[in-house]
């Protein structure tokens, strides 16, 4: 328990640790001076203010977009660096075929290099956070030092930071380092390293989202999925959501999509009206932490505390939840402005963008108005759906996994494995088109296991492994399924209208679980025949629905034949099992 006396305490004396590191990183990278985040309102309000007064802020229209402000930032710095992205192990082995490697001494001295005296001229902000609920055993914390104010007022939003975080770190005694420098936002001088060992991360020469903000993809996905490995739980790329049927039955699901494959919309999902009686609750929309609980089950929380989500496609009609969620309080990066200061995005459905992401008056020969990963960041609080088991200590209990991926064909709309060791290969199999959350290029497919390819701390052998593992220690252990709300017809339409319909793939499931809901044995596991969706009231044409619940041999033959080749890369580190899966698949197909 705090003590008022407590409560008063100047921050850098709550822990010598922290203050020790933070000394060290002051005389590395030559601050002109250092402020200590205490997460209140006031700061938060104070810090905005100064980047408006600076020009690096843009308040936006008070009228239809109060508390909200835009950040642009550079040209080249828009989405995170996948090829600059390094895990730094001891062992190369250890970081796998799956990450980029670079000896950890080799890191830290380039790194030193990079830092020295890169801080002149600017603050350094000194932000202590805490991922997951401030009173969960399940909960792990860090320290980001950063000389970007745009960082902090993400970080402020996006975790629990501040001087609760601090004092459980005192408490605590670990924490997860994180150092990071926009430096000159030279891509040819940009790294982001993480050192599992160590629990740290250095990350030089970006601002952007999950390059920066180092408590998300760094330290919630690649530091804490090694942590996890070693503790006996699992850091994944998924969102949270509840499911209340019409019986007043709620259930979770924790599903895993790649970055900009729908989690958010998924997380925060608004029933069709043809489906009366049901109520969605949103848990996470990113990142989930999974532990086994002493009854056997499942049980997840949501490291983070706000939204750092797509805007391009959020409109009334796809998910009215998040429209209205980002119309007050929040902060707005790299979307394109109406003449009259409103924020204006691809897809929808109002307004005229006059000036574009860059903040140049828009022409449409140049390119997309709002850059294709603009952002917003809200804090859940603000989300319509947002579950009222968000701060549970022990995190809420898991009834199905679901993987998925964005592709064009091949992934039939839903099937489900047989048992964990048939999910965990068919969560290993996982492929999907590339996005803009990533710089490279676009729409290329590509295997994305876990939808964890960009995330996974260490070897996938090994992760792959440790799900098997951690399934076979569960009595009771989530069904686990596969979906794919990105089919489309030979025109290049989708198939599936997605967004709220995807309730109906979600239902089933559900139902599944329950020992409800018919299925069909495929080669690759159970689907549903048309009649045992719930397709009351929706729109769609039986040949489409048909077309979305088939297994075609022919490229399914294919597609065993490459995820053959893929899993062959991990060599002595891949598990047999998914070998023996994949080869009773692969018999099934005939
Ligand atoms: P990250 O934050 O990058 O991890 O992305 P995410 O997985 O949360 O994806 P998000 O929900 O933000 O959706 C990404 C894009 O896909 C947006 O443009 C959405 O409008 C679109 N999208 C989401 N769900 C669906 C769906 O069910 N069908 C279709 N066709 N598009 C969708
Ligand atoms: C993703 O790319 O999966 C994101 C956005 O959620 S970022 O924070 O940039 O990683
Ligand atoms: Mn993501």
């Known amino acids: 328990m705090a003590t008022a006396a407590h409560m008063l305490s100047p921050l850098p004396q709550m822990s010598r640790a922290v203050a020790e590191w933070v000394n060290s990183v002051r005389e590395l990278t030559r601050p002109r001076a250092i402020h200590w985040c205490e997460g209140s309102d006031a700061e938060a309000r104070e810090i905005t203010a100064q980047l408006v007064r600076s020009g690096e802020l843009k308040t936006l229209n008070a009228d239809f977009f109060p508390g909200c402000q835009l950040a642009r930032s550079a040209p080249n710095d828009v989405a995170r660096v996948e090829h600059l992205t390094y895990i730094c192990t001891r062992s190369e082995e250890d970081a796998g075929p799956n990450n980029h490697w670079m000896d950890p001494q080799q890191a830290h001295a380039k790194m030193r290099e990079l830092f020295r005296g890169c801080m002149r001229e600017r603050t350094l902000y000194v932000i202590p956070y805490c991922m997951g609920p401030i009173d969960s055993p399940l909960s792990r914390c860090g320290v980001e030092i950063t000389d970007s104010p745009y960082v902090v007022l993400n970080m402020l939003i996006m975790t629990r930071a501040g001087r609760p975080a601090l004092e459980r770190i005192a408490r605590e005694g670990s924490f997860v380092r994180g150092l990071h420098s926009t430096g000159e936002l030279d891509p040819e001088r940009r790294f982001i390293m993480h050192f599992p060992e160590e629990l740290s991360i250095e990350s030089f020469g970006s601002g952007y989202g999950g390059n920066a903000l180092l408590g998300k993809k760094c330290h919630a996905l690649r530091i804490a999925s090694w942590q996890a490995r070693s503790e006996?739980?699992?850091?994944?790329?998924?969102?949270?959501?509840?499911?209340?049927?019409?019986?007043?039955?709620?259930?979770?699901?924790?599903?895993?999509?790649?970055?900009?494959?729908?989690?958010?919309?998924?997380?925060?999902?608004?029933?069709?009206?043809?489906?009366?009686?049901?109520?969605?609750?949103?848990?996470?929309?990113?990142?989930?932490?999974?532990?086994?609980?002493?009854?056997?089950?499942?049980?997840?929380?949501?490291?983070?505390?706000?939204?750092?989500?797509?805007?391009?496609?959020?409109?009334?009609?796809?998910?009215?939840?998040?429209?209205?969620?980002?119309?007050?309080?929040?902060?707005?990066?790299?979307?394109?402005?109406?003449?009259?200061?409103?924020?204006?995005?691809?897809?929808?459905?109002?307004?005229?963008?006059?000036?574009?992401?860059?903040?140049?008056?828009?022409?449409?020969?140049?390119?997309?108005?709002?850059?294709?990963?603009?952002?917003?960041t809200v804090t859940a609080r603000r989300n319509p759906s947002y579950s009222p088991h968000s701060e549970d200590a022990r995190g809420v209990p898991i009834t199905g996994l679901v993987f998925g991926g964005r592709r064009r064909e091949v992934a039939p709309l839903v099937y489900e494995a047989r048992d964990w060791q048939h999910g965990v290969m068919v969560g290993a199999s996982v492929a999907s088109e590339t996005t803009a959350a990533a710089v490279g290029q676009v729409g290329v497919t590509r295997r994305d296991p876990m939808a964890m390819q960009p995330f996974c701390g260490y070897n996938f052998g090994d992760y792959w492994q440790h799900w098997l593992s951690l399934g076979a220690k569960l009595?009771?252990?989530?069904?686990?399924?596969?979906?794919?709300?990105?089919?489309?017809?030979?025109?290049?339409?989708?198939?599936?209208?997605?967004?709220?319909?995807?309730?109906?793939?979600?239902?089933?499931?559900?139902?599944?679980?329950?020992?409800?809901?018919?299925?069909?044995?495929?080669?690759?596991?159970?689907?549903?025949?048309?009649?045992?969706?719930?397709?009351?009231?929706?729109?769609?044409?039986?040949?489409?629905?048909?077309?979305?619940?088939?297994?075609?041999?022919?490229?399914?033959?294919?597609?065993?034949?490459?995820?053959?080749?893929?899993?062959?890369?991990?060599?002595?580190?891949?598990?047999?099992?998914?070998?023996?899966?994949?080869?009773?698949?692969?018999?099934?197909?005939?």
């Open 232 to 376: 006996g739980w699992l850091a994944e790329h998924m969102l949270i959501v509840g499911l209340q049927n019409p019986r007043g039955e709620t259930h979770y699901l924790a599903c895993a999509f790649p970055s900009a494959c729908g989690k958010t919309n998924l997380a925060m999902l608004i029933p069709p009206a043809s489906l009366p009686g049901w109520r969605v609750f949103t848990v996470g929309d990113d990142i989930a932490w999974l532990h086994p609980g002493e009854d056997g089950r499942l049980w997840a929380i949501n490291p983070e505390a706000g939204y750092f989500g797509v805007v391009p496609g959020t409109n009334p009609q796809t998910n009215r939840n998040a429209y209205e969620m980002i119309r007050r309080d929040t902060l707005f990066t790299n979307v394109a402005l109406t003449a009259d200061n409103q924020p204006w995005w691809e897809g929808l459905t109002s307004g005229t963008p006059t000036i574009d992401w860059q903040g140049r008056p828009y022409d449409p020969t140049r390119g997309p108005a709002a850059h294709p990963n603009s952002r917003f």
């Open 475 to 590: 009595a009771q252990p989530p069904r686990i399924y596969h979906v794919n709300w990105f089919r489309r017809d030979a025109a290049g339409k989708f198939l599936w209208p997605g967004y709220g319909e995807n309730l109906r793939v979600l239902a089933w499931m559900l139902d599944r679980c329950a020992g409800k809901a018919g299925a069909r044995d495929a080669a690759i596991g159970r689907l549903p025949r048309p009649a045992d969706l719930d397709t009351r009231g929706l729109d769609i044409r039986p040949e489409a629905l048909a077309q979305l619940l088939s297994v075609d041999p022919l490229l399914w033959r294919n597609e065993v034949a490459e995820i053959r080749a893929y899993l062959a890369r991990y060599g002595r580190r891949l598990p047999a099992a998914l070998l023996s899966e994949l080869a009773a698949t692969e018999q099934r197909l005939g």
